[in-house]
């Protein structure tokens, strides 16, 4: 049977990869500027369109090419998944066509334009560009149904750590890695896997030309560098990527990167997250957008404070000491959504479902996270961020830090009023270990994975899935 990808004529993966993601920025370029011209025909009549049309036509072009990279909405292993890259389209022409009003208010433009003629141009481009994605996929689709377009990789080394990286490339159902076979100078085994031993490195790099290859990826044990040294000297020949497997295969640990220190080649697993001028991005995110959401907010929090007065004795703000950045303590601000009721040693147990000492206006406080609105003044106190790990009580920080592995690694940045694990429906009672370290497997991603975009990702889910949920009570 002729084997896909030798000899044959489907597309080599690089290729496609690379020229995806050109051909899916030209396209998008082209679908914008067509929207523009063709919404404003259909409004007008004809195609005189003013300089300052032409102007938003062309920054929208750059706008999306550089909101889209941000947002992921290039990547090729994401083609396929279409809700990822219908996100992806929202989120860039929102963010575009924002930007744009902006910039018409700023510069005192903005009435020289036609609102239905922005609006539908948004629209007519959104459908546009989703079209190209779904095109895209199915091409995609068509190619590997009919076995190309994929990752043909041979791996180097038939021993205990080749056999542990096979498993892992192979644990995934989706996979589009096909493993070619194992070379090895000791041949130890006939197969590691169920991947068939093909011979010595010497064998790999005469056969690489007809094997057609991707990848290679070495796998040598790492008490043998002379044998490391000896495979990399050889495959300097072969005109595929090579890379080296670490010995961390299994570890959950980031891989950031490689960092040079005096010419040493090192992996860089972990980073002070959110600094520099990343910490001083999110400093300006977190006090513009705290000041915009109190003053809209303003009615809301008046007549909250007036309903907590009137449905239950006690102050209309609840106080505690939390841990926040760095294991530093503060003191957060919630509305009284209880009766003031204290636990034990000052320690406030954990809400549950149907709890007594919660109140009626309490009970819908809860339900909605409207409760959480006074931690806007800690924000803009600097002691906690919009979009972070939500704050727990200190006595909780204790409980779980022994039980959860790598639970203070929450603290490495400031606190949040919303977070990635909550818009995943992780908050409420945490009455089992199991569900806290989900929470904490969630918060530690974020902090690994920080940006701005990521931020306005989680506040713009947060509505729909982080305020009102069946864990809030």
């Not at 510069?107 to 481009?125: C, D, H, N, P, Q």
Request: net charge positive; proline share 5%.
């Amino acid at each position: 049977m002729h084997r896909p990808g030798i000899g044959s004529d489907f597309p080599r993966y690089a290729e496609v990869r690379a020229l995806f993601s050109g051909l899916l920025r030209a396209a998008d370029a082209v679908i914008l500027i067509a929207a523009a011209v063709f919404t404003y025909w259909l409004r007008n009549d004809d195609l005189e369109m003013p300089a300052v049309y032409l102007v938003a036509m062309g920054l929208a072009v750059v706008l999306l090419l550089n909101v889209g990279q941000i947002a992921g909405l290039y990547r090729f292993d994401t083609l396929q998944r279409f809700p990822v890259q219908l996100g992806a389209a929202s989120l860039s022409l929102a963010a575009v066509m924002a930007a744009l009003a902006v910039i018409g208010y700023l510069t005192k433009t903005a009435e020289v334009f036609s609102r239905l003629w922005l609006t539908t141009w948004f629209f007519t481009a959104y459908a546009g560009v989703v079209v190209a994605r779904v095109l895209a996929a199915r091409r995609i689709e068509g190619w590997r149904a009919q076995g190309g377009l994929r990752r043909r990789v041979a791996i180097v080394g038939a021993g205990e750590k080749s056999a542990r990286l096979i498993r892992h490339l192979q644990s995934s159902p989706d996979s589009d890695i096909v493993l070619i076979g194992v070379f090895d100078d000791d041949r130890v085994r006939d197969s590691v896997e169920d991947v068939p031993f093909r011979g010595s490195v010497r064998d790999l790099v005469a056969e690489a030309g007809r094997l057609d290859l991707d990848e290679i990826v070495v796998a040598l044990p790492g008490d043998r560098p002379d044998r490391l040294a000896s495979a990399m000297n050889e495959l300097r020949l072969v005109p595929a990527n090579v890379t080296v497997c670490p010995d961390m295969i299994g570890l959950t640990m980031p891989l950031l990167g490689v960092e040079e220190i005096n010419g040493l080649g090192l992996l860089r697993v972990y980073r002070r997250p959110i600094s520099g001028w990343s910490r001083v991005m999110k400093a300006i995110e977190d006090r513009v957008l705290a000041l915009l959401l109190l003053g809209l907010f303003a009615p809301i929090l008046a007549t909250i404070a007036v309903a907590i007065r009137i449905g239950s004795p006690g102050p209309i703000l609840f106080r505690q000491r939390r841990l926040g950045f760095n294991n530093n303590a503060f003191v957060l601000y919630k509305f009284r959504t209880m009766r003031d009721v204290p636990g034990d040693d000052g320690v406030v147990p954990q809400v549950r479902r149907a709890d007594p000492r919660v109140t009626r206006v309490g009970a819908f406080l809860r339900r909605t996270s409207l409760d959480e609105l006074p931690q806007l003044i800690n924000v803009l106190r600097g002691e906690m961020s919009l979009v972070g790990p939500r704050p727990h009580a200190i006595a909780h920080n204790h409980q779980y830090a022994a039980l959860v592995d790598r639970y203070l690694g929450r603290h490495r940045v400031k606190p949040g009023i919303t977070g990635w694990a909550q818009v995943h429906g992780l908050r409420g009672e945490t009455e089992t270990v199991e569900k806290m370290r989900a929470r904490v497997e969630h918060d530690l991603y974020y902090i690994d994975h920080w940006s701005l975009w990521f931020d306005l990702r989680i506040l713009l889910m947060t509505p729909f899935v982080g305020f009102i949920n069946r864990n809030a009570y």
